[in-house]
């Protein structure tokens, strides 16, 4: 089974701006969370989609948002870039069998400039 | 609210030998999971060993086994026969039953030498 592909793997964007990452789960599973890695907050939960619908959120602002499409891809989008958004953005992939395991991406290198 | 410490920001272990990294963890919770995961210098995430909070039996996986003692919130992780390629961020995780939401630690940077 191929793993989680998580695009584009690198991304270079200014203050101000948005962005939209992209997740494609294992196939078969229907769940997806998302995460921020910085050196100075370490890893935070974002938010989790299974079968279209948010079921968690973290503790981030709305300019942080996502979605799950029908073929259990999922998208995040940030608005209005800030600096303090730079940071490595990871992906998992959940097998929904009870057990909260998760298969993470290679992640996405933002840097906000 | 649910925290996870992992107080040793850095250590480092001759190849061979054995090491343990230590993971605490604060919950009123009853029912969770309990992981380590590895980030080698590539940047994926790889599950290391899980643990439900339900089994007293701790986990064994090859050279990985964790000490889990419910009672102490504590969850350390023992890395046996080390070798090179065990060089990584360790992270441990806690998740409620019923949720795919982790509560991380801070990592801990373990290099092996040879």
């Known amino acids: 089974k191929a793993g989680v592909t998580q695009t584009p793997r690198y991304l270079i964007k200014t203050r101000g701006q948005q962005v939209t990452l992209s997740c494609s789960p294992i196939?078969?599973?229907?769940?997806v969370s998302w995460y921020q890695q910085t050196p100075g907050q370490g890893l935070q939960f974002l938010f989790e989609y299974f079968s279209e619908t948010q079921r968690n959120k973290g503790n981030f602002p709305g300019r942080f948002s996502g979605r799950q499409f029908s073929n259990s891809r999922s998208e995040m989008n940030v608005s209005t870039l800030e600096l303090g958004d730079s940071a490595l953005y990871l992906c998992a992939s959940i097998q929904d069998r009870g057990n909260n395991e998760q298969f993470f991406g290679p992640g996405t290198r933002l840097t906000v400039l | 609210a649910q925290t996870v410490t992992q107080s040793q920001p850095e250590m480092s272990v001759q190849e061979a030998e054995t090491v343990t990294l230590s993971c605490t963890y604060d919950t009123s919770e009853n029912n969770y999971y309990l992981f380590w995961y590895k980030q080698p210098p590539s940047r994926q995430m790889i599950l290391v060993i899980r643990q439900e909070a339900y089994k007293q039996q701790n986990a064994t996986e090859n050279r990985f086994s964790v000490n889990f003692q419910k009672a102490a919130k504590s969850f350390s992780l023992k890395i046996s026969d080390s070798q090179l390629g065990d060089t990584a961020m360790y992270f441990c995780?806690?998740?409620?039953?019923?949720?795919?939401?982790?509560?991380f630690g801070t990592g801990t940077r373990l290099k092996v030498l040879a």
């Open positions: 196939s078969g599973h229907r769940s």
């Open positions: 995780a806690w998740s409620p039953s019923g949720t795919y939401k982790y509560i």
